[in-house]
């Protein structure tokens, strides 16, 4: 069974509300394990996983600090063939999601889809976005009787 990880960091509670969703796309794909977790819990499970979505706000034009964190060590995980998408909410200016696939492009993960931003609390159509961005992820990672489709 394929594995999609999705990482996050939040801090008003707009981008855990979007991993949520991103986690509840990619769980209605068979053939799919799901691992939700914040940034600073799952960091150690990137190694593993076949595909990578990286949540966090923009604070000051930048990923959280735990997610910067996270993107400093990327190089020392194995993330060559992997598949990717990033997602984040934001106040003002909204960088995080662009840095963010921008990093793991640089490691070799095939992107799935432009960098989901999202201004503040995300609403209905928000979360629609972030359900589809994960059922996309899943999906082209999914294994059915224990080969990729």
Aim: with cysteine.
């Amino acid at each position: 069974m394929s594995q999609v990880l999705v990482l996050y960091d939040t801090r008003s509670g707009n981008t855990g509300r979007m991993a949520r969703a991103v986690a509840e796309g990619s769980k209605s794909v068979q053939g799919v394990e799901v691992v939700l977790k914040r940034v600073a819990e799952g960091s150690g499970e990137l190694a593993g996983a076949d595909a990578v979505i990286l949540g966090a706000p923009t604070h000051h034009t930048q990923p959280s600090r735990a997610m910067k964190r996270l993107l400093s060590g990327l190089s020392d995980v194995p993330l060559k063939g992997k598949v990717g998408a990033t997602f984040g909410s934001y106040g003002w200016s909204g960088e995080a999601p662009g840095i963010m696939a921008r990093a793991l492009r640089d490691q070799g993960v095939r992107m799935i889809g432009e960098a989901l931003r999202v201004k503040r609390t995300p609403g209905t159509s928000d979360l629609t976005k972030c359900r589809d961005l994960g059922r996309a992820v899943a999906e082209s990672v999914a294994t059915v009787g224990g080969a990729k489709e």
